[in-house]
């Protein structure tokens, strides 16, 4: 158990639609990574928030959102949902802070995942 | 072509053979990492290191950062050892995770 949590494991919507994934960090993680797995793709990064500010942005649609709130959780947003966009979504935490100082780097770690299945 | 390049795509061995696992990067990197993912799904950070070699149980990671290349190491293989192992490269200067495709593992007792 990494300590990072995911709701929900199982996700099934139908296309154009709305759903929100949710993470809670590690306790005292301040960062929180969101990644997509997919079957073509791989995993790819989408996105990393640090203490409630967004750091970086990978390859997130514009159809997909994400917030960290001041209790340090974070939401995945996907809206409009389509049949490419089912995939496995992961959350992650690391300690933090991102920084130009290599070695401040901290590993990450991974939730369990939300299945998302757009029919 | 990809940042990460993971090799072979898929292994099939024996139990108690010698895993060797390869990942090539294009990119400079403050750190590589291991991850492994089991059937169900989840993911395991296995090893994250920057220079040199780490040793966890029948688990070995080296990295030679002038050729850009890490080995990811398993002795004495076990069919628990089924996985897919991930490599994957944190850039310089961000902290996201760049991923290889994976390597499907299969032992077989």
């Known amino acids: 158990d990494s300590g990072v949590t995911q709701t929900p494991k199982h996700l099934i919507t139908a296309t154009g639609q709305r759903v929100t994934l949710r993470c809670s960090p590690r306790s005292g993680d301040l960062s929180v990574y969101w990644y997509q797995q997919s079957l073509d793709q791989g995993l790819q990064f989408l996105i990393q928030y640090y203490n409630g500010e967004e750091r970086a942005k990978g390859n997130i649609l514009e159809r997909f959102s994400a917030q960290q709130f001041p209790d340090l959780h974070s939401e995945l947003n996907l809206s409009s949902l389509e049949l490419g966009d089912s995939a496995l979504y992961f959350c992650?935490?690391?300690?933090?802070?991102?920084?130009?100082?290599?070695?401040?780097?901290?590993?990450?770690?991974f939730g369990p995942g939300t299945r998302l299945t757009v029919l | 072509k990809n940042e990460v390049e993971q090799s072979p795509q898929n292994l099939t061995a024996q139990e108690g053979e010698f895993i060797t696992i390869n990942c090539s990067y294009s990119v400079g990197i403050s750190a590589l990492h291991w991850l492994q993912q089991h059937p169900g799904g989840g993911i395991v950070s296995l090893f994250m290191?920057?220079?040199g070699k780490k040793k966890h149980g029948r688990l070995i990671a080296t990295i030679n950062i002038q050729e850009k290349h890490s080995s990811l190491h398993i002795t004495a293989s076990h069919p628990r050892d089924s996985a897919v192992y991930i490599c994957a490269a944190t850039p310089q200067g961000a902290q996201k995770l760049v991923f290889g495709q994976g390597t499907r593992l299969t032992i077989n007792p």
């Open positions: 992650a935490s690391s300690v933090g802070p991102p920084s130009r100082d290599l070695s401040s780097y901290n590993e990450q770690f």
């Open positions: 290191l920057s220079s």
